[in-house]
């Protein structure tokens, strides 16, 4: 089905996190977040570019993101109408920029299914109508901080633990959360490549902790040298940063870098691609989780309806709403019981609400084509 656009809107708008969240790599406090809106003859469709605003989880950031779709994606789409699985292909000739390519593929999709009254969990090919949701606990100040931290999100009923790691916050802070919750608490800790082969012995320590995974321990580069560390861990290696595309998973798993793939749509340029490395792992007996990149309920939306897929059978960080922001632009996602519901409404089945919107809008631009 083809959709014929007249336009595409960048906007920014910037999102107070409830609380700063520490990786390896750096703090967020606000996330200066790209929407994408793209108007048709038919009505329009949203998505949302996870570009944070340096390039540090990856090369991306958010101005250069919109740059790139300025300046090359957004006028590379035709005039005549363009179905949303060839996107990807009219974008290919660019190099790299997948979150941005991932947002304007995802606001095409959105316009069409909305279109034609499908919802995107359908589209996918959804399994289940509610998902599984963790969270992902940022590096704390202290050991009784994390424990407060914790303890909260598990009142609040969440099934899965992630506490992201360092060199120098890694072991203590497992064995504290271990101690304190017990053996039957599905946890795993995610490295965001802090570590290098060097520090083989000390990964090692958080074998006797049950981890779920240890995820992106080394380099985005060195998938060799993850193949040489799962060897020496019990714990199962995770691949995150080092997975963009469906090709890279199948070397992956033909290496044996990793034996579990968290699979982020933004990175890997779509949800379509997203879909492909799911079919691909899933023929291969990998598990596969979804990740998060601090999503306003417009990303939030799509991620819950891939996490719906069959091959999906770890808990993701489809956190609520209101683990990250006071008032989201849509209406909230509510966590019932450790889960989120699918999305089933047209499209991404949720769109931003207007007061608050034009409330948090930094900036807009229209690009007509």
């Known amino acids: 089905m083809k959709t014929k656009i007249s336009g595409v809107e960048l906007r920014r708008i910037a999102m107070p996190l409830v609380a700063p969240f520490r990786t390896s790599f750096g703090i967020e406090t606000c996330r200066d977040v790209l929407l994408v809106r793209v108007v048709t003859s038919d009505g329009e469709g949203w998505a949302e570019c996870a570009a944070m605003s340096e390039p540090r989880y990856c090369s991306e950031y958010v101005d250069g993101a919109q740059d790139a779709l300025r300046k090359f994606l957004i006028p590379a789409l035709p005039t005549d109408g363009v179905d949303a699985a060839a996107v990807g292909r009219i974008l290919e000739p660019f190099t790299g920029h997948h979150m941005a390519k991932s947002a304007l593929e995802s606001a095409v999709l959105d316009a069409q299914l909305r279109a034609c009254g499908e919802s995107f969990g359908s589209y996918l090919g959804a ?8 969270v992902s606990v940022g590096i704390m100040n202290s050991l009784p901080e994390l424990i407060d931290a914790v303890e909260g999100y598990v009142a609040e009923g969440y099934v899965r633990i992630k506490l992201k790691i360092e060199p120098g916050w890694d072991v203590e802070p497992v064995r504290a959360v271990r101690e304190r919750f017990g053996d039957d608490l599905l946890l795993q800790v995610d490295a965001n490549a802090a570590y290098t082969l060097v520090d083989t012995q000390q990964l090692a320590k958080l074998d006797e902790f049950g981890l779920l995974l240890i995820e ?14 799962a060897k020496r861990l019990r714990t199962p290696i995770c691949l995150d940063e080092s997975i963009e595309s469906a090709a890279d ?16 749509p933004a990175r890997v340029g779509g949800y379509l691609e997203a879909r492909r490395i799911h079919d691909l792992a899933r023929a291969h ?4 989780w979804c990740g998060g990149m601090l999503e306003t309920g417009i990303g939030r939306a799509a991620n819950v309806a891939l996490a719906a897929l069959p091959g999906f059978t770890l808990p993701g960080d489809t956190s ?9 632009i849509t209406e909230p996602f509510v966590l019932a019981d450790g889960h989120l519901d699918v999305p089933t409404g047209p499209g991404l089945g949720t769109q931003p609400l207007p007061e608050v919107l034009a409330e948090v809008t930094t900036s807009r631009e229209w690009i007509a084509l």
């Open 127 to 134: 399994a289940r109508d509610r998902v599984p949701c963790g």
């Open 320 to 328: 609520g709403s209101n683990r990250y922001f006071a008032t989201d």
């Open 285 to 288: 007996g990998i598990p596969v």
């Open 216 to 229: 992106q321990p080394l380099a985005n580069d060195d998938m060799v040298q993850h193949a040489q560390l």
């Open 249 to 264: 998973a199948a070397a992956a798993i033909s290496l044996g870098a990793c034996s579990i793939i968290n699979i982020k």
